[in-house]
Nanobody, 115 residues
Framework: QVQLVESGGGLVQAGGSLRLSCAAS????????MGWYRQAPGKQRELVAT???????NYADSAKGRFTISRDNAKNTVYLQMNSLKPEDTAVYYC?????????WGQGTQVTVSS
């Protein structure tokens, strides 16, 4: 089992920035992938960005150029730096951990971007 604890969500004005953090604990081994997904009201959960344990990152088109994912393997923590936020970025952001056929989710953190 892997437990994920997210932090860093909140309310920000359009054009502002937020940094999300997700700390993983439990049965963690490499290689693995950690990432962020989001779900807006009435929409399906969608990928924002993922990063594998040796650092290769993948971004949704909506995140490219504005968001940066990074990880600290010593702390088993993944970060999402979000800049130039838009109202359409408003969603619950979920941390995700994947290894082989298993995946785990955090409880989610609300990000609200006001216009």
């Amino acid at each position: 089992q892997v437990q994920l604890v997210e932090s860093g969500g909140g309310l920000v004005q359009a054009g502002g920035s937020l940094r999300l953090s997700c700390a993983a604990s439990g049965s963690i081994s490499s290689p693995n992938a950690m990432g962020w997904y989001r779900q807006a009201p009435g929409k399906q959960r969608e990928l924002v960005a993922t990063i594998i344990s040796f650092g290769s990152a993948n971004y949704a088109d909506s995140a490219k150029g504005r968001f940066t994912i990074s990880r600290d393997n010593a702390k088993n923590t993944v970060y999402l730096q979000m800049n130039s936020l838009k109202p359409e970025d408003t969603a619950v952001y979920y941390c995700n951990f994947r290894r082989l056929s298993s995946q785990f989710w955090g409880q989610g953190t609300q990000v609200t971007v006001s216009s």
